[in-house]
């Protein structure tokens, strides 16, 4: 609980320090970044903890972008198979990742609900930030 509340804390205070671009509220159009294998484990594992009771989770692609701060955010998309809500359809999501030491990890900032406006929302997201899925 208590790295939860950390991983929180920082979440906050990086996206408190993020422009505006285009009227996106806080957010800053980074260039694109490639993540490395470490950095993809760490997605899939963020996930995972924040989805534990979806079934087996499948990802698609991920793609991410890194601003002047230096901060890495990531979109993609994830499904799943069996657990409580059965077949979930295609959903996008957005995040950090956080490599502060001691911390290394992805933090899911949203995943789209199913909602007719919960995609979307996450998409136009990820295209502020520079990140096109």
Same mark, same amino acid.
């Given at each position: 609980?208590?790295?939860?509340? $950390?991983?929180?804390?920082? #979440? ?5 320090? +993020?422009?505006? *671009?285009? @009227? ?5 159009? @980074?260039? &694109?970044?490639? #993540? ?14 924040? #989805? &534990? ?7 698609? &692609?991920? #793609?991410? $972008?890194? /601003? ?6 990531? +979109?993609?998309?994830? $499904?799943?198979?069996? =657990? ?7 959903? &996008? ?11 290394? =990890?992805?933090?899911?900032?949203? *995943?789209?609900? /199913?909602?007719?406006?919960?995609? $979307?929302?996450?998409?136009?997201? +990820? ?7």
């Amino acid at each position: 609980m208590r790295r939860v509340v $950390s991983l929180s804390l920082l #979440l906050g205070a990086v996206l408190a320090g +993020c422009q505006s *671009i285009d @009227g996106g509220g806080n957010l800053e159009k @980074g260039v &694109p970044y490639q #993540l490395s294998a470490k950095e993809i484990a760490a997605v899939e594992k963020g996930l995972h903890e924040q #989805l &534990p009771y979806e079934g087996a989770l499948i990802f698609g &692609p991920m #793609l991410a $972008s890194k /601003d002047s701060k230096g901060y890495v955010s990531v +979109c993609g998309t994830i $499904s799943s198979f069996g =657990g409580l809500h059965g077949v979930m359809d295609k959903r &996008p999501y957005v995040g950090m990742m956080v490599d502060v030491k001691p911390f290394f =990890g992805f933090v899911p900032t949203v *995943i789209a609900d /199913d909602s007719s406006t919960g995609p $979307s929302a996450v998409i136009l997201t +990820c295209h502020r930030m520079g990140i096109a899925i």
